[in-house]
Each structure stands twice: as structure tokens, then as C-alpha cells.
């Protein structure tokens, strides 16, 4: 009797239907996840009525939206008139679905690697592949602005690259449909901070020449390997943005002034579409590469990584008593006589990186009180955990352990705590102190002190103490006057094991 109910259990089970997949208006089956973030998650898809894969993002609904209605109103009105774009670098809308308070986009799917996906796994672009990818999302852009339509949220995230070179702008009409004072009370920042401009971060309105400022900080990440104004905290970013200027260092000529020329303060000043996509094009043709019809360009990174093109890769705080402000805005009008008397450079002493330096240096940074960095440090550490970042601190770091930086030279500057008649010693003027620690370092590394089968796999820098630590006096009466030389990878890895001689 047992095994007779057990068999009639079985033969139940087997005809039930199983669970079907999700599907979204009866006409879109979801096959599986893509990826998600903060707007929503995104599903690879089949169009059952035409019978081909569709990408659908799933819009979450924004936190402290108190109108669920409204807000899919909105981003139904915005993503429709953003689904009637026409550019070859812009992902197609197909349909817009409100299913009770879920709001889904159906869009052509683009089955490619993000550019921030391919310089994190990569590295630094060359220069004609960032002029081609600037091109084609300008395209984009152009046809957006001409419609109406700001992006808001340009980033190195939202641009899809094919092995081709082809290049996609995705979520248009998003970000502006999420933007508004009406659904959210919670004081949210829409879009990405590190590539907002300066006026959104002043609290205007969003402009075409914003969308601009973003591509600039877009191409930047793209050529540089790293994100112009990230920095630890979002408040310390907004602040860099409004506050500090990118140094360039592997960039020059007209991608330089193109970049530079976009990440001006003042949107009146910024170069316009025209004038950047002036520049990309003369950047690409400098390097042998056209934009042949349909926008198909080189193959990008070609199934293996890029030649990593030696330079520094932090961002160079700017002259003594020159602000991001005046600097830029200094740069914003040199950028306008050039570009009306048909000039294409914006100035070598603001773009190019002195031919000279040593391409695996890195920018000299300040420490301790009142410098760029803090660091962690008893005096006998080799070791660092963290970043050669403005804001960052050094941290301890066990040598036998995966870590980020070790010290590999330190010097005293300038010898003595007090001259013969017991005066303090003045802190030098920071132009020839930096002079001093780079020379000391640069001669360091390219000595044995560095084991020769590392160097060529490593970047170094000297930090100089700031004058506030320089000047202060510790209870030991022994101020802090230490050149200190640091080596890190190349590629952005952690290092494992020791890299300089004779420090164990």
C-alpha cells in the first residue's frame, strides 16, 4: 500500500508543469541575468512575437519615491522620446513596460564589454582608440542634444565597446527620468559623482554642455587608466571637482587640448561638440587611424592587452597659486583664440608631460601634515597598504602578505635640524625640494637597490613632507625632514614579496 501511494505521488509530480520562466508583457521571456547596479538589474531576454534576444533593464523604483505613478510616467515619457534617437552609438529602445509598480525597457542587445570593464581589466588605452571612442559617443550625444534630450549620466559605464570598436551609449533618458524633485525626498545624487560637472554639483540644471564635461572625465579614465576626481569619499570628490585640475600624461596634442578643452568649469567656456569632435578627429588621423563609414574603427585591445605607454598616472596638483577655477577658465578662453584662429593646441605647459621625465615616475605628493597624504609610519615600515591618491592614507603593511607599495629609499633633506646659529632650518622652496627627492629616487630605483628582474614591472615616486609637517616640532625634537622613495606595480597589482635589495 506504501509503495502504491508513493507511486501515485510520482506520477502526480511528473505531470505538473513546471515553473516557467518570468516573462514581461506575455511577449518577453527573461533567459537570464546580464548585470545590475543601482538603477536596476538587466536581463537578457527572448522577443517571443519576432523571435529575437532583446536586453530588458528592470528599473528599481528610487529610494524615498513617495509617487510610484508618477515616477513611471516619467521615465515612460523620457525613455520614449530618448527610443526615438537614430545614431549608430546608440542602443536602441524597442518598448517600454509598466507592469504594477515595475517599469521594464526592452533594448536592442549589445552583447560587449563596457569601457570600464575594458580598462580595469586592461589598462590605459592608446590615444587614437580613446579619439575613436570620444568620436562616436560625441555622435551620439550630438543627435541627443539636437532632439532635446540630456544624458546625465555619461560614463565610462554606459559606453559599450565591440571587439570591432563599434561604441554604444546606453540608458538614455534614465538618469533624467530619476532626476526629479517631485519622486524622492531623500537627497540622493543622481548619476555617478566622479563624472558629474561642476555645475550639477553647484545644484543647476542639467545642460548639454554638462553631458559634455562628462565625456571629458570619460575619456580621461579612458587614456589614463584611472578616474580624474574619484577620491575617497563622495564629499571629497564633489570637492575635486569643483576644486582641482587632472594632470595628463599620456595624452598630448590634439586629444590633450579635446579632454582638457571638454573638463573646463565654466559650460560657457567648454569646448562645444563641434570643436571636441574637431580635435578626436585630428587625433585619430595623427596616429594613421580614420573613421571609415559606419563607424567601425581598429579593434580594440585585439584579444590581448595594450601597450602600456610609460608616464605618471596620478593626477598633478597644479601650479603654486593656480586654482582648478582660475586655471581652468585661463584655459577655457586660451582654448576659444585658438580654436577661432585656427589654433589646435591649448599649451604645452598645461597638457604635455615634459619629454624628460622617467616614464615610470610617478607625480611627487606631499605627506603628513597639511600634504596629500597621511602615512602610517614607525620609522622602520617597508610596506604600505593604500594609494598614491590625494586624501589617501599609507597604512603599515606585512611585506609577506600581498600589499600596495614599499618603501625602498628614504633620505634626510637637507641634513641638520638647525643651522650653525642654532636657527630652525627654513623649509626650501618646494620647486627644488622636489627636484632633490626626484633625483634622489629616480637614481635609487635605477640602481640594484631595486632588484633588476622587478623594475621593469614597477612605477615609483618620491614624497616630499609638506611645509606644516616639515615646520613641525615633535615632542622627540626631531622634525620630520625624510625624502621617502616608493615603488608600486605598473599593472595596479598588489606586489608579493620584497622588490628592493637589502631591506629584510
Keep these: 500500500m506504501t509503495d502504491e501511494h508513493t507511486r501515485q505521488e510520482q506520477q502526480a509530480t511528473r505531470t505538473q508543469p513546471a515553473p516557467g520562466p518570468r516573462s514581461v508583457a506575455g511577449r518577453y521571456v527573461l533567459l537570464g541575468e546580464l548585470g545590475r547596479g543601482g538603477m536596476g538589474v538587466v536581463w537578457r531576454a527572448e522577443d517571443r512575437v519576432i523571435g529575437r534576444q532583446v536586453a530588458i533593464k528592470e528599473l528599481r523604483l528610487p529610494e524615498g519615491t513617495a509617487d510610484a505613478g508618477m515616477f513611471q510616467e516619467r521615465v515612460l ?22 507592469e504594477g509598480d515595475t517599469t521594464y525597457i526592452v533594448m536592442e542587445l549589445v552583447e560587449a564589454p563596457t569601457l570600464s570593464e575594458l580598462v580595469r581589466q586592461h589598462g590605459p588605452m592608446p590615444a587614437h582608440q580613446v579619439a575613436a571612442i570620444g568620436e ?39 538618469a533624467q527620468a530619476v532626476d526629479d524633485p517631485r519622486l524622492t525626498t531623500s537627497g540622493m545624487i543622481v548619476g555617478s559623482p566622479a563624472f558629474m560637472a561642476p555645475e550639477r554639483v553647484a545644484g543647476h540644471e542639467a545642460l548639454p554642455a554638462s553631458d559634455l564635461w562628462s565625456l571629458g572625465a570619460t575619456l580621461f ?77 581598429t579593434a580594440l585591445y585585439s584579444g590581448a592587452a595594450p601597450t602600456m605607454v610609460g608616464g605618471h598616472t596620478g593626477p598633478r596638483q597644479p601650479p603654486p597659486g593656480r586654482t582648478r577655477r582660475n586655471l581652468l577658465l585661463a584655459g577655457g578662453a586660451v582654448a576659444a583664440v585658438a580654436l577661432l584662429v585656427g589654433g589646435l593646441f591649448l599649451g604645452k605647459w598645461l597638457f604635455e608631460p615634459d619629454p624628460e ?50 618603501r625602498y629609499d628614504r633620505v634626510t633633506a637637507l641634513g641638520n635640524d638647525r643651522d650653525r646659529d642654532n636657527a630652525p632650518v627654513e623649509y626650501p622652496a618646494e620647486q627644488d625640494l622636489r627636484a632633490f627627492a626626484e633625483a634622489h629616487c629616480a637614481m635609487s630605483f635605477h640602481s640594484n637597490t631595486i632588484k633588476p628582474d622587478k623594475r621593469d614591472r614597477l612605477r615609483y615616486a618620491a614624497l616630499i613632507p609638506a611645509q606644516e609637517e616639515w615646520e613641525f616640532i615633535p615632542e622627540s625634537d626631531n622634525p620630520n625632514r625624510q625624502v621617502i622613495c616608493v615603488a608600486e606595480s605598473a599593472s595596479g597589482a598588489q606586489l608579493n614579496g620584497y622588490v628592493a635589495n637589502g631591506v629584510r
Design 77 to 98: 515619457r523620457e525613455v520614449r522620446t530618448g527610443g526615438r534617437l537614430n545614431d549608430p552609438a546608440v542602443v536602441t529602445v524597442y518598448d517600454v513596460v509598466a
Design 136 to 174: 562616436q559617443v560625441l555622435s551620439a550625444l550630438q543627435a541627443a542634444h539636437e532632439a532635446g534630450i540630456v544624458h546625465r549620466d555619461v560614463k565610462p559605464g554606459n559606453i559599450m565597446v565591440t571587439a570591432g570598436g563599434r561604441v554604444k551609449l546606453t540608458d538614455f533618458g534614465i
Design 221 to 297: 579614465f579612458a587614456v589614463e587608466g584611472l578616474v580624474a576626481f574619484e577620491r575617497p569619499t563622495t564629499a571629497a570628490t564633489l570637492h575635486a571637482i569643483m576644486n582641482e585640475v587632472p594632470y595628463l600624461t599620456h595624452a598630448q596634442g590634439p586629444l590633450a587640448s579635446a579632454i582638457m578643452g571638454l573638463l573646463i568649469s565654466s559650460p560657457e567656456a567648454r569646448l562645444s561638440a563641434q570643436q571636441a569632435r574637431g580635435l578626436l578627429s585630428m587625433a585619430g588621423a595623427q596616429s594613421g587611424v580614420s573613421t571609415p563609414p559606419g563607424g567601425q574603427h
Design 357 to 406: 621625465v622617467d616614464p615610470a615616475m610617478l607625480p611627487t605628493m606631499t605627506y603628513g601634515k597639511g600634504g596629500d597624504l597621511k602615512i602610517e609610519d614607525d620609522g622602520g615600515d617597508w610596506c604600505y597598504d593604500g594609494q598614491l591618491r590625494l586624501g589617501y592614507q599609507l597604512s603599515s603593511a606585512d611585506c609577506d602578505e600581498p600589499y600596495n607599495l614599499q
